[in-house]
T-cell receptor, first 118, second 106 residues
Framework: QVQLQQSGPELVKPGALVKISCKAS????????INWVKQRPGQGLEWIGW????????KYNEKFKGKATLTADKSSSTAYMQLSSLTSENSAVYFC?????????????WGQGTTLTV | QIVLSQSPAILSASPGEKVTMTCRAS?????MHWYQQKPGSSPKPWIY???NLASGVPARFSGSGSGTSYSLTISRVEAEDAATYYC?????????FGAGTKLELK
């Protein structure tokens, strides 16, 4: 079965950087894009960007350019999101989510979320 | 960017009642997707491509709409349906979500 297993909670100091992982299993990692979504406490969902592990191509929400860097390691079927120059505004739960098979722009599987506290 | 406005923000319903929540887009979109989220959990795919129920979603749920107006309807609300429902579009970059409709059971 498809699973996206994210890394554990992070507590970091302002100005630092952090790298969150999302390990995929149960499907061909290189055939589906991985998206990243931010959710601040008690608030809604915000799309950060996606990466297509097949060729490493990425697309970012303009708001997160320079803040987030998305990478993928095909050998371990793991996607990563690095966040830099952290401030309290970056404290949130971050989810990875797989792009749906129909290419309709939906997400069909989600990770459990990683809580980042700055 | 396309702004998605969900209404109402909070929906209070009694078990067995029919309810509808709406999602209005600032520009026309091709599809609308919906997710259900309960506190402390990740969002679950609920309705994709406007009207298709995700795996495991009860048949009392339905989705419809086109252009700038979309809706999610529950024919007879049950206690387990209490959650926040988010709409989402990706007809235009960036992908955006609505602010959510919180469904509360009386």
């Amino acid at each position: 079965q498809v699973q996206l297993q994210q890394s554990g909670p992070e507590l970091v100091k302002p100005g630092a950087l952090v790298k969150i992982s999302c390990k995929a299993s149960g499907y061909t990692f290189t055939s589906y894009d991985i998206n990243w979504v931010k959710q601040r406490p008690g608030q809604g969902l915000e799309w950060i960007g996606w990466i297509y592990p097949g060729d490493g191509s990425t697309k970012y929400n303009e708001k997160f350019k320079g803040k987030a860097t998305l990478t993928a390691d095909k050998s371990s079927s793991t996607a990563y999101m690095q966040l830099s120059s952290l401030t309290s505004e970056n404290s949130a739960v971050y989810f990875c989510a797989r792009g749906g098979p129909l290419g309709a722009g939906d997400f069909d599987y989600w990770g459990q979320g990683t809580t980042l506290t700055v | 960017q396309i702004v998605l406005s969900q209404s109402p923000a909070i929906l209070s319903a009694s078990p067995g009642e029919k309810v509808t929540m709406t999602c209005r887009a600032s520009s026309s979109v091709s599809y609308m997707h919906w997710y259900q989220q309960k506190p402390g959990s990740s969002p679950k795919p609920w309705i994709y491509a406007t009207s298709n129920l995700a795996s495991g979603v009860p048949a009392r749920f339905s989705g419809s709409g086109s252009g700038t107006s979309y809706s999610l309807t529950i024919s007879r609300v049950e206690a387990e349906d209490a959650a926040t429902y988010y709409c989402q579009q990706w007809s235009s970059n960036p992908l955006t979500f609505g602010a959510g409709t919180k469904l509360e059971l009386k």
